[in-house]
């Protein structure tokens, strides 16, 4: 896609610091990271996000980021990584290319994880029921 960062980015038209590079995939630093060595892992054929991307494309994805992963980790003495994907704007995503961040985490970083709330088993049940009816 023309107008895309990422696109961009892969192409070389845009300067970015590469950790990795294969026939599929493309992985960078993210030039504003959560913490240095956060990375982004993304596929050369663009799609916008999970609901986009084809099933061959997501696992060469996944499949960089768990090698790229404790690579990440043990370079920046971090004491654990997030694996997290923002798909739509609701959930974060800012770039309208389909990517993965690995972000090195600390324990002492202050950052916590998503909230959470209690469910009842009644709501539970509910859900699980309109999920299964959708597959």
């Not at 960078?28 to 799609?47: E, M, Q, R, S, Y």
């Not at 997030?82 to 609701?90: F, G, L, P, Q």
Request: hydrophobic share 40%; charged share 20%.
């Amino acid at each position: 896609m023309k107008d895309c960062i990422f696109c961009k980015i892969i192409l070389k038209e845009i300067p970015s610091h590469k950790i990795y590079e294969d026939e599929n995939v493309y992985a960078f630093l993210d030039i504003n990271p959560v913490h240095i060595g956060h990375t982004l892992v993304v596929p050369k054929v663009h799609a916008e996000d999970i609901f986009d991307i084809s099933s061959e494309s997501w696992a060469h994805v996944m499949n960089v980021v768990h090698t790229l992963s404790p690579i990440v980790h043990a370079a920046t003495n971090a004491d654990g990584v997030n694996i997290i994907m923002n798909n739509k704007r609701s959930a974060g995503q800012l770039i309208d290319h389909a990517h993965v961040h690995i972000v090195p985490r600390f324990a002492d970083d202050g950052l916590k994880g998503l909230p959470q709330h209690s469910e009842n088993s009644e709501a539970l049940t509910t859900m699980q029921e309109k999920i299964k009816n959708t597959l």
